[in-house]
């Protein structure tokens, strides 16, 4: 093969470029320039002067070997884009390109030493990325913590394609094990962890586990983790057991995570230092409390701060309640509990466009401390009510189609613009009504609210109940459907208490109030 003045020659071995004369065997050629293993270093063609691809006539047998590592190429660039900033860890499985690319690989046990050096390293060169591979990576059992530290994300190839697991066995005592938490009790500052799975290995471990444990962190992201397999066993100490423990991080982000099939809590956030200020968003929380049924919940919060829920979903039988807890600066942003025993039990905070569907043992809303606003909330075939409530306000929300009262108020509170219908679909011997006032609800107030009557025989015989001992409460501009049913034909409004305003009856129809059958 004939060259040009100043062309290296490709005769000679040692004018090839360096990552041309790496072979698909397991055993990488040696570059004879300079007598270690050749890699996959494309950049390397560029940087060797006088070759070129384009200047050299290839055989038949180069211009195969270029078709056939073309995609090599292409997958090296798109993993070093950031490479300066880059540790690759890589796990015992992992297939054998990325054991080729990794700057450290596991081998199974203790994993967590070789990716907790990876995240050392680039902590102390001031922030990066550590990049798992696919497979999975083994902590050691009872006491294997992979650390987080300031300015590192923690980065998997996806949830199902990178794990970090607990392995069989344990000892059950002292606190829970934190599988991966941050390392220090304060102070770390923009953690990241995305695109992978945690194991806690529920079946066949003996202790106690949080799957992320995140403490005092500012400007952390979460991003895309699944948290699987918690455990609880009899000793957890000091942290309960849950998929994702987060306590007091500021300016704090969580989307597109999973929680599921854990032993207890799927979401355990709390604010002990009240400078909580976290937003979770597209998140689940499914088939948690496997400990047994309703010990826990899916997602429990409490403490000062801010927190928003958006678009977190709940479901799972066993779970105790979808939602729990109360938070003056909460905020939860059409959220969804389905199917857990009951919905949403909150003290205080806000709730707009949540729903509630088909809880299994109580109600879809329960609040107390009459702290709690409900706003375009929905509960639907419930077994019990559709809102429980000691006080608050209810703007434009719903209950449809609930085992017992749509509406059940016992603490002073305000309805506005609420809908009841064909609720009381319990077949027990109580008269379920679509709004019920307790003797403790005295001086509440609904305004512009409609009921429709359930079809069924002998239920919800009234839309309105003011029971005995309720008192100056006022159903004002009201649209109220009467029973209409054999058994079943009471007026709109059954008032037995005393002092309470003008209201619609059969024989007599107030001032902007108007009964029908």
Known sequence: MSTKPGEASPGAAGNWPRWALTTGDASPAVDPTTGKAASIEPASAIKNAGWSPFRVKLSRNIANWLQEYNY???RYLDQTAHRAATRVVAASNADAESLRMADYVCDG??????IN???DAANAAGGGIVQLSEGTFTVTVTTGEVLLKSGVTLRGRGIGATTIKVPTGGTDSGNAQRI????????????GVEDLTIDGNRVNSTKSNVGLFLLEVARARLRNVRVTGGNKSTNFGSYQPAGFYLDGCTFATVDHCIADDCDRFGWYILDTTTDMDLVVSDCWATDCSAESAGAADAVTFSGGGRLTLRRVIATGTNVGDGFDGGMALAVLDNCQAIGTRRGFNVTAGRLVGCRAVSCTVNSGFTTSGGAATF?????TSNTQEGFVVDGGALVEC???LNGRDGFYVAGRSFLRGCAAQSNAQDGGATTYVGYRFTSAADRSLMLGCTSITSVLTNKEKYAVHLETGSADIVVAQCYLQKGVTTGNAGDAVQDDGTGNGTLPTDSSISTGNKQYT
């Open 398 to 400: 719903e209950a449809t």
């Open 72 to 74: 090599r190429w292409i």
């Open 375 to 379: 706003m375009r909330c929905v509960a």
């Open 180 to 191: 991966v938490r941050n390392a220090n009790a304060s102070g770390d500052v923009g953690i």
């Open 109 to 114: 046990t203790a994993d967590e030493v070789q």
């Open 117 to 119: 050096a990876a995240i």
